[in-house]
């Protein structure tokens, strides 16, 4: 398992070794050994990524590109693409850490390569539920 992490951005300071732990951790959790591919941008990269890939007018806060999922030793589950940007203004709105929101999207990025989605409500309560585990064992 191979996890890369690219940093595009200069809004938040990212601890690569503490996001490595926590995606090595679920993906473990969930029986997967897959690479995964992990970039922290700008506002203005992931709403650009967010209209040319999604068709979808503006920013977000994260966004996951599932790539091949077929047995073997080399394939990639994924990339998750946070803004780090977004990730900063609502920390700062909720009154927590930073490293927390960023934590927050790497996981929720990370269950929709996994297969959860978060459309229908009972959809998004189970993606939640799943969120607070993966968060909680860090």
Do not use: W
Not at 25 to 34: Q, T
């Amino acid at each position: 398992m191979t996890i890369q992490i690219a940093n595009r951005q200069k809004h938040a300071a990212i601890d690569r070794k503490a996001l490595r732990a926590l995606c090595t951790r679920l993906l473990r959790r969930r029986g997967r050994d897959a690479d995964l591919s992990l970039a922290y941008v700008g506002d203005a990269e992931i709403r650009d990524l967010n209209e040319r890939f999604l068709d979808h007018k503006g920013a977000t806060d994260v966004l996951a590109f599932p790539m091949d999922d077929s047995p073997g030793p080399d394939r990639l589950l994924g990339e998750i693409v946070v803004s780090a940007e977004t990730a900063v203004a609502e920390a700062a709105r909720r009154g927590i850490p930073a490293d927390a929101e960023l934590a927050l999207y790497t996981v929720h990025g990370l269950l929709h390569l996994l297969g959860y989605d978060d459309q229908a409500p009972a959809d998004r309560r189970r993606m939640r539920r799943a969120e607070r585990a993966a968060l909680a064992e860090e």
